[in-house]
């Protein structure tokens, strides 16, 4: 089995359709025909994924969204038709890791499936410590964690991604275009997303997210992290 799949749909075709092209890749899907159904299975068991309709019943995919990411990282793809460049902006805004619009090929959707399980397997398999502080945050990347005072702060996968790509960068500043290429692993897409990450990690890593003193912007050169100490090797 390649990964465990929760597809909360509620236009039982499109499910079924879902999980059948998964299933014959060799994921194991459930199906989840509303927002609550689905946090009620993610409070029952661990997925790797999260496929999410943001048109439902009764809660609709955004407030799943956020409350999902109140206590849970589970990386969650948005499969939806709405396509507007708001809707986008904010599903990318309150958790989601991914964006793939209706009506999408087969072969699309698995392949971003297995790349964003990959991602998330990835960083729990590194053969050495690599632990970092951040002002108050403590950073290790093996385990995937943040933490301020021994308190875990909760951070959505691609969250994660674009902070450890900062951390490994030892405080130079990255480009947009570096950050697209190293944590969504494409050469071209819409740079407005890497903008929408950085702004999360501000409004959970910084006192003032408007005058940001640990993830900084340096004009004409990209974001960089400030104070940034540790390293590979270190507890």
């Known amino acids: 089995m390649r990964g465990r799949i929760l ?16 299933e014959f890749e060799g994921f194991e899907a459930e199906l ?24 439902l019943p009764g809660m609709d995919g955004f407030e799943f969204l956020e ?22 902006v904010r599903g990318l805004g309150v958790g989601a890791d991914e964006y793939l619009q209706k009506p999408f090929s087969p072969k699309g959707l698995v392949a971003r499936v297995r790349a964003l399980v990959r991602r998330s397997r990835e960083y729990g398999a590194a053969p050495r410590r690599e632990a970092w502080r951040l002002g108050p945050y403590e950073i290790d990347l093996e385990t995937r964690s943040v933490a301020r005072g021994g308190e875990r ?13 900062l951390v490994r960068a030892g405080g130079k500043p990255l480009r947009s275009e ?7 692993d494409k050469a071209y897409g819409d740079l407005a997303a890497v903008g929408v990450y950085v702004q999360r990690l501000r409004r ?20 960089r992290l400030a104070g940034l100490a540790g390293g590979p090797g270190e507890a």
């Open 153 to 165: 702060i909760a951070l959505s996968s691609r969250e994660f991604e674009v902070l450890a790509c």
């Open 67 to 88: 409350r999902l990411r109140r206590e849970d990282a589970t990386p969650v793809m948005i499969v939806s038709a709405c396509g507007e460049d708001e809707d986008v």
């Open 204 to 223: 959970k890593l910084e006192e003032d997210p408007a005058a940001p003193r640990l993830l900084v912007t340096e004009r004409g050169f990209g974001y």
């Open 7 to 22: 597809v909360v749909e509620d236009v039982p075709e499109m499910a079924e359709l879902v999980r059948d092209n998964l």
């Open 32 to 55: 989840a025909g509303s927002a609550e159904a689905g946090l009620a299975a993610l409070a029952a068991g661990r997925f790797d994924l999260v496929i999410l309709d943001l048109n």
């Open 178 to 184: 570096e950050l697209l290429s190293a944590a969504w």
